[in-house]
Every structure is written in structure tokens, then in C-alpha cells.
Nanobody, 125 residues
Framework: QVQLVESGGGLVQAGGSLRLSCAAS????????MGWFRQAPGKEREFVGS????????SYADSVKGRFTISRDSAKNAVYLQMNSLKPEDTAVYYC??????????????????WGQGAQVTVSS
């Protein structure tokens, strides 16, 4: 059974940094793509960024471009979200997600078939 486990959330002041980790286990195959999404209270889940597992190609939402960086460690089956220059509007529960099959849209949560439990990130002003 595939499991994605996130860690690294917490409380940070505006301008600070946090690094989220997502460790994958139980998969007999390599993922095609892994993504990060976030959901703030009262809002829909939104795309943060993604990484193609094979090539390492990344993509980011405009709201985080230049501040957030996604990386992966193939040997550890892990993906990371480095968040710098955090703003109060970045406060949300952050989810890592994985898609096993080729294709789909990196931006749509419905195109990912595995999800982590979520990690709370709170940025104080």
C-alpha cells in the first residue's frame, strides 16, 4: 500500500523559512509526478508546485515562484518543499501528492492518486 508521510510543518514569522518533507513508501514503481498543494481555511485546495520524478522538471504557482523550491531524492523516495520569505497568506495545510501514470495535469488535484495526511504551516505577521 502506497503511503505518503509529510513532516516539517510549524509556526514561523513572516519572512522566515520552513522545509516540508514527503516520504513515500510501499510503491512497487516510480511515480510519474509529485506535487504540493495547500488548503487555507474556507478556501479550495490549490496547486503550489510539482516535480516530474524522472527529469526533475519543476513547476510553480505564480504566488510562490521565486520563494518556494521543490526537490527530490530518488534514493530516499522523498520530495521536499523549501519555503523561503514566507508570508501570512502562505498559512495553510500543505499536502504532498503523487501521480503514478503518465499524463494528467500537474495543476489539478484530481489528477493525483496518492495523498499525504497534510502538514500545518502557520505564518505569523
Amino acid at each position: 500500500q502506497v503511503q505518503l508521510v509529510e513532516s516539517g510543518g510549524g509556526l514561523v514569522q513572516a519572512g522566515g523559512s520552513l522545509r516540508l518533507s514527503c516520504a513515500a513508501s510501499g510503491m512497487p514503481f516510480s511515480f510519474y509526478r509529485m506535487g504540493w498543494f495547500r488548503q487555507a481555511p474556507g478556501k479550495e485546495r490549490e496547486f503550489v508546485g510539482s516535480i516530474a520524478w524522472s527529469s526533475g522538471t519543476t513547476s510553480y504557482a505564480d504566488s510562490v515562484k521565486g520563494r518556494f523550491t521543490i526537490s527530490r531524492d530518488s534514493a530516499k523516495n522523498a520530495v521536499y518543499l523549501q519555503m523561503n520569505s514566507l508570508k501570512p497568506e502562505d498559512t495553510a495545510v500543505y499536502y504532498c501528492a503523487a501521480r503514478s501514470a503518465y499524463g494528467g495535469s500537474r495543476y489539478l488535484s484530481s489528477d493525483y492518486n496518492y495523498w499525504g495526511q497534510g502538514a500545518q504551516v502557520t505564518v505569523s505577521s
